[in-house]
C-alpha cells in the first residue's frame, strides 16, 4: 500500500522501504522463509495444469495458460510470488517492492490511469493492491488477466492469497510449503517471547495526525499472537484504520507505542514524546516508544510479517 491521505479510512497506505535483513534470496529467484527451519521451495516448481480460476478482490479471474510476464503493482504480492518461485517469471513490479533486492523495479506505482503504461513490458498477468479506476477494464478488454489482491485483514488472509497467488503462477505445492515454513518460524518467535506481553496495551501508529491500525488488520493479527491488546479497538467503530484523538491516546496510556511511520514521516521515539501532553505517557515513561519500519503496516507479504513478528519477540521478551 502507498500512503495516501485520501484513501487513508479504507486501508493506510505508505510509501515503503524494506530496511529489514533480508531471510534470503537466491539468484534463481527462490526464497526461504526464517533462518533454516522452513523447507526450501524450488524455483523452477512444477506448473500444475492450466487453465485455472482464482478468486480476486475484484472477481474471479480465469488464466489460461501459465504467465511467464508477470507484471506485480503490490509490494506484498511480490514477496508472496518470490517466495513460492515465481520470481523467475517476473518481469517487472512497481517502485515500492524492494524485496527481493534484485526483483526488477520499475516506475510504476500501480496508480496509473492508462494500461498502454504497462505493455512495453508485454505482461500476461498483472497483480494489483487496488483495482484504480478503470485500469482493471482496460487491462481486461486487452486480454491481459489482473488478479487485484487488496489488504488482507488477518494471518488467514495472507495464507488464502499466498495460495491464490501460487495457482495462478503455477506453483500451488510450494504455497503450501511456504505456508508450514512461515507458520513454523512465527510459531517459534512467539514461544520465544515467553509470555511477554500477554495483556499489554498497545498503540501502532502508521500516520502523525494518529491514524492507526486495530486488530482487523494484518498487522494488528501479529500483536494478538502475543495477546496484546489494542488500543484503537474501542475507538474504531469497525473502520480498520481508524483516526484517534491525542486525547484519547492519553486517556488509554498504553503500554507499548509502534511507530510505522519512521520513514514517511521521520518520526522517533523522541519525537513522539515531544508532542502536547505525550511525555507522561507509560510508554514514553518505560522507553516503550519503538520506531518500526513503515512497511511492517503496508506490506503483508512473508518476509515483513516474519521479520516483525521476530522483531516484536525480541522487543517483549524479557
Given amino acids: 500500500m502507498r500512503r495516501h491521505r485520501a484513501a487513508v479510512p479504507l486501508a493506510i497506505a505508505a510509501v515503503v522501504l524494506a530496511t529489514f535483513a533480508p531471510t534470503g534470496a537466491s539468484a534463481a529467484g527462490a526464497w526461504v522463509v526464517g533462518t533454516g527451519a522452513g523447507p526450501k521451495v524450488a524455483a523452477a516448481a512444477r506448473a500444475t495444469g492450466f487453465p485455472v480460476s482464482v478468486t480476486s478482490g475484484d472477481g474471479t479471474v480465469r488464466i489460461a495458460t501459465r504467465p511467464g510476464r508477470i507484471l506485480s503493482l503490490s509490494a506484498s504480492a511480490t514477496q508472496m510470488l518470490y517466495a513460492v518461485g515465481a520470481g523467475p517469471q517476473v518481469v517487472g513490479v512497481d517502485k ?3 524485496y527481493p533486492p534484485d526483483a526488477p523495479r520499475t516506475k510504476f506505482t500501480g496508480y496509473e490511469t492508462s494500461a498502454e503504461d504497462y505493455l512495453y513490458l508485454r505482461p500476461d498477468l498483472v497483480v494489483l493492491a487496488f483495482p484504480t479506476g478503470t485500469m482493471v477494464k482496460q487491462l481486461q ?3 491481459i488477466p489482473v488478479l487485484v489482491l487488496p489488504p488482507a485483514t488477518g494471518l488467514a ?7 491464490e497467488l501460487a495457482t495462478a503462477t503455477g506453483h500451488p505445492a510450494a504455497a503450501r510449503q511456504v505456508r508450514s515454513a512461515l507458520e513454523a518460524d512465527v510459531s517459534a518467535d512467539v514461544r520465544s517471547a515467553e509470555h511477554a506481553g500477554q495483556g499489554d496495551s498497545y498503540y501502532i ?4 495526525t494518529l491514524y492507526t491500525a486495530t486488530s482487523r488488520t494484518f498487522i494488528g493479527a501479529e500483536f494478538s499472537l502475543f495477546g496484546m491488546v489494542n488500543i484503537a479497538d474501542a475507538a474504531g467503530h469497525g473502520v480498520a484504520y481508524p483516526q484517534i484523538s491525542a486525547e484519547y ?14 520513514i514517511c514521516c521521520q518520526q522517533t521515539a523522541v519525537s513522539f514524546a515531544k508532542r502536547p501532553g505525550f ?3 507509560r510508554a514514553v515513561r518505560l522507553h ?3 520506531g518500526v519500519n513503515d ?3 503496508s506490506q503483508w507479504g512473508p518476509h515483513t510479517i516474519e521479520t516483525f513478528v521476530r522483531l516484536l519477540a525480541r522487543t517483549l521478551r524479557p
Fill in 96 to 98: 515500492y517492492s524492494t
Fill in 205 to 208: 501508529e502508521v500516520d502523525p
Fill in 141 to 143: 478488454l486487452l486480454g
Fill in 279 to 281: 511525555s507522561g505517557l
Fill in 295 to 297: 512497511s511492517v503496516a
Fill in 249 to 262: 491516546l492519553v486517556k488509554q496510556d498504553p503500554d507499548y507505542v509502534f511507530l510505522a511511520d519512521t
Fill in 288 to 290: 516503550h516508544v519503538i
Fill in 157 to 163: 488472509g495472507v495464507y488464502a492469497q499466498l495460495a
